[in-house]
């Protein structure tokens, strides 16, 4: 049987290896932070970095990502 990918959100700052972007983009995976990293890496084109930013949500921010209805192991870039 596979792991669970859980049912927290994780966030990851990811940036683009030419540095093309002014600024790296914030991603949000509804998975373990063992698994986002790898999810979020998937979605973005190869040669881009990623790291998981340890930040707590706030009651707010959970209640806006819920309403994104993703499922386990779903990636969402929140920043363009």
């Known amino acids: 049987m596979g792991e669970s990918f859980g049912n927290s959100f994780t ?5 683009a290896d030419d ?4 600024r790296p983009q914030i991603w949000i995976a509804l998975a373990k932070p063992s698994q986002a990293l790898t999810l979020v890496l998937t ?3 190869e040669g881009w970095t990623a790291e998981i930013l340890d930040m707590e949500l706030t009651d707010k ?3 806006m990502l819920e309403g994104l209805n993703l499922k386990p192991g779903d990636v969402y870039r ?3």
Do not use: G
């Open 43 to 45: 979605a973005v084109p």
């Open 11 to 15: 966030v990851v700052v990811v940036a």
């Open 78 to 80: 929140l920043t363009k």
């Open 61 to 63: 921010q959970r209640r």
């Open 19 to 22: 540095a093309s972007l002014d």
